[in-house]
């Protein structure tokens, strides 16, 4: 009963029939949901011979991270932003908890994969509505920028980049099924799709989008080729053939461009806030507290945020998440195509973060959950198969954060 309530649940997350249909808004469906789908697993996790939920590195970091927020609240005695903080991250905090327990077999791990992909894959139709008609299946606007359209979705995909992320994520796992060990129907089926995804990406004319893209493409050829040359290769004609055809926003990116030079100046701002505050940071959403933007990068705003405490454990979940895909792939075949997929499509999100404010939007907390999941399931095959987030991770998860910042503070001296 949980998983089909995880599908529903990802139907609202993705589609949100409960911000655009009022019915359903004044019905708290989402809460009601989340609510009834945590429940079930109590349930199952009782009857279960094995009880309990699913052990994974990842939850301790998430927890970790969680207090790490609500620490950067109190830390100033802002009472009333640490129950804004909590309920705000407490929605995220529900999304991965749901995921993680929910997908607990390689079928229904198939299977989630299989339906998340459809209903993004929807969401670019929504797209193509939205550019012919001028507005969205919600009557939702697109948003004109640089004599260009954007297309844009509602709630919290009402953002451009973030529906290009999420076209990213989908083209990462299609394009992993399709040069995998797929069954012929499987890859025939994926060549349009990818297509479609790729075109969704272009309608929102996002230059992180296309950056992640381009990475993950990247990645994804010099890992599966396991050869930097040839991968680099393959991959080199996809991004040419990408940036050929992608948006007009992307030949902008330059120092010298007023949003990039605007974006360095934001950044050295957040440098003197880490400053102020080096431990426990300024509060979460306490960035432009005082000033006019937001960070435009996830790194910086997690370490001016939520100091080198919140840095730590938001670096920790991609570190481990990114370890425990590259162990699936080594040691299972049937799930080396999706855990390979999955880690492109991060690797693709990192890329994109350094140039976009994304630390808390849900789609690597989506990835860490589909991580730890599917890390899950592949130590239930392999009982002897040991998977710990050590001490030498935790210095190595800390060393990439110092390093985020290092090379921040490098590209600003560059460019002030």
């Known amino acids: 009963m949980s998983f089909i309530l995880l599908i529903l649940y990802l ?32 349930i199952e996790r009782i009857g279960s011979k094995k009880g309990g939920f699913v052990n994974a590195p990842q939850s301790r970091l998430m927890i970790g991270l969680f207090i790490s927020i609500l620490l950067s609240q109190l830390a100033h005695t802002y009472i009333e932003g640490a129950k804004e903080a909590f309920s705000s991250f407490l929605i995220i905090f529900i999304l991965y908890f749901i995921i993680l327990n929910a997908i607990n077999t390689e079928t229904k791990f198939k299977i989630a994969i299989g ?6 894959f929807l969401l670019v139709f929504q797209g193509m509505y939205q550019l012919e008609y001028g507005y969205g299946w919600a009557g939702q606007r697109p948003i004109f920028q640089n004599n260009s359209m954007r297309i ?27 040069f995998g060990r797929s069954n012929y129907f499987m890859r025939l089926l994926a060549i349009p799709v990818i297509g479609f995804f790729c075109y ?54 330059s120092i010298e461009e007023d949003s990039a030079y605007g974006r360095v100046n934001l950044w050295y701002e957040g440098i003197l806030l880490l400053k102020s505050n080096p431990v426990f940071g300024v509060g979460y959403n306490m960035f432009m507290e005082d000033l006019p933007q937001t960070a435009h990068n996830s790194y910086l705003l997690a370490a001016a945020e939520l100091g080198m405490l ?19 792939q080594e040691t299972d075949a049937k799930l080396k195509d999706y855990a390979l997929g999955l880690q492109s499509a991060l690797i693709g999100f990192c890329v994109a973060a350094f140039f976009l404010s994304r630390t808390y939007v849900i789609i690597p907390y989506m990835l860490f959950a589909l991580s730890g999941s599917l890390i899950y399931i592949v130590r239930n095959k392999n009982p002897g198969l040991e998977f710990k987030f050590t001490l030498q991770d935790a210095k190595r998860s800390l060393g990439l954060g110092i390093l985020s910042l290092v090379l921040v503070y490098a590209i600003i001296k560059l460019g002030l």
Not at 223 to 252: D, E, N, Q, Y
Not at 315 to 328: E, F, Q
């Open 11 to 42: 139907f609202c997350t993705f589609i949100r029939p409960q911000d655009w249909i009022p019915e359903l808004e004044r019905l708290r469906l989402v809460n009601f949901i989340s609510l009834a789908t945590i429940f079930s697993l109590y």
């Open 115 to 120: 339906f998340m992909v459809f209903f993004i």
């Open 152 to 178: 844009t979705w509602v709630g919290i995909f009402n953002d451009p980049n973030d529906l290009a992320l999420i076209f990213v994520m989908a083209v990462s796992i299609s394009i992993a099924l399709f």
């Open 200 to 253: 969704g990406i272009f309608l929102t004319n996002s230059r992180g989008g296309m950056l992640a893209l381009m990475a993950s493409i990247l990645y994804y050829f010099v890992k599966k080729t396991r050869k930097f040359m040839i991968g680099g290769i393959i991959g080199g004609l996809f991004i040419a053939l990408i940036i050929v055809l992608g948006p007009s926003r992307l030949g902008l990116i």
């Open 310 to 328: 919140g840095l730590f454990f938001w670096m920790s979940l991609i570190y481990i998440s990114m370890k425990g895909l590259t162990l699936v």
